[in-house]
């Protein structure tokens, strides 16, 4: 079930983008904008959360994988750069090297999430070996520690640039440790996981709308979304309840779902081009037009639908055609450079294990 669980976390972010990218928050008037924005983007932060959770579950009895990490990056450099032809043959975008550079190393300037993961599944085996060797007492003093510093301070206590971004790097670890923590200890959903998944979700939101409220009633501007952020508790505690929920599920696999959880990457590339943001929104598909219409949602459905469907068939294509004859091509040097890290790695590890018995 967790390949269904990607596939709604995908939904909630281009839910998400469609009102993010679509319209402005104005702080102190409730819309039905306003409340798009303050929903979805608490349950897009949800995915983002839900995501590493996920990487970290999988991740902590794996080594690192050349044949992967090579995929990561053809799949950006493809979407990359198909969106600088798309873009500059249809005068949308004219050239410049800016543009070039950042088309060629996408997730250096444009995707912000794939840089950190890309670093995260680089130093992921060196985290791994700590965290194996960790008891459920340390594994849970770990959590708390990373729990206050990165979720509970920046949303309620020290509100400075600085701490934010200090907070979200320890939100990211903290998501990775917390998958990882429901992998190794295997633990399972149940009444308190799924109350408190309830509690979050109707807090978090209801706290965002409620400071919409006040605004509007006082004049004021507080910020709503400070209760949505990806830092925020709300988020994380939704997060962690849908993960256990729909790993603990089981149900028939179906191949449509397997195919459509395995171009979630793509989509997510596909519609999130920093530089196709206006093409897609504005000129496409012509979002602010609906700011006051009666069937906003109704259309955000709809565009969370053909982005996922048209997304879904680029991906399949890049996927089935593209990379399957370039990593044909790479398959003998991919293989050696392979086999010479898992000896290296090897070797480091028995090398540990010996220091360890001699003390």
């Known amino acids: 079930m967790i390949e269904i669980l990607r596939i709604l976390f995908m939904v909630f972010i281009v839910g ?35 995501f ?28 990359g750069m198909a969106w600088f032809a798309v873009l500059l043959c249809s005068g949308k975008q004219p050239f410049s090297w800016s543009f070039l550079v950042a088309s060629l190393l996408p997730s250096l300037y444009q995707y ?12 992921a085996p060196f985290i791994n070996a700590g965290l194996k060797k960790l008891s459920l007492k340390l594994f849970a003093i ?83 979304l400070l209760f949505v952020r990806d830092f925020s508790p709300f988020v994380l505690g939704v997060s962690a309840g849908l993960f256990l929920e729909f790993s603990s599920f089981k149900a028939r696999s179906f191949p ?40 906003l949602f109704l259309y955000c459905f709809g565009f969370t639908c053909c982005i996922m469907l048209t997304g879904t068939l680029v991906d399949l294509f890049r996927s089935y055609v593209l990379e399957r004859l370039l990593l044909r091509l790479l398959k003998r040097p991919l293989d050696y450079w392979q086999s010479r890290f898992d000896g290296l790695w090897n070797d480091s590890s028995a090398f540990i294990a010996d220091q360890g018995e001699n003390k």
Not at 22 to 41: C, K, N, P, R, W
Not at 151 to 156: A, C, G, Q
Not at 259 to 276: C, D, Q, R
Request: charged content about 10%.
């Open 256 to 295: 449509w779902i397997n195919v459509l959880a395995s171009a979630v990457f793509g989509i997510y590339l596909f519609h999130e081009n920093a530089f196709s943001t206006d093409f897609i929104y504005q000129q496409i598909f012509h979002v602010a037009d609906y700011a006051s219409s009666a069937y």
């Open 52 to 79: 590493i959770i996920i990487t970290g579950f999988f991740l902590i009895n794996s080594r690192f994988n050349l044949r992967h990490f090579l995929r990561i990056l053809l799949e950006l450099f493809f979407y």
């Open 142 to 224: 770990l959590l708390v520690c990373l729990f206050v510093f990165g979720s509970l301070i920046p949303t309620f206590a020290l509100r400075s640039l600085l701490f934010e971004k200090l907070g979200f790097v320890l939100l990211f670890c903290f998501c990775y440790v917390l998958g990882a923590f429901f992998s190794k200890f295997q633990i399972k959903i149940n009444r308190y996981w799924r109350l408190n998944s309830i509690f979050c979700f109707f807090t978090g939101i209801g706290c965002s709308l409620g400071v919409l409220f006040y605004n509007q009633k006082m004049g004021s501007y507080y910020d709503p």
């Open 112 to 123: 912000w999430f794939i840089a950190c993961y890309l670093v995260l599944f680089i130093f």
């Open 16 to 50: 998400s983008h469609f009102f993010i990218h679509g319209f402005s928050l104005d702080h102190g008037v409730i819309a039905a904008t306003s409340i798009g924005i303050v929903v979805f983007s608490f349950l897009s932060h949800v995915a983002v959360c839900g």
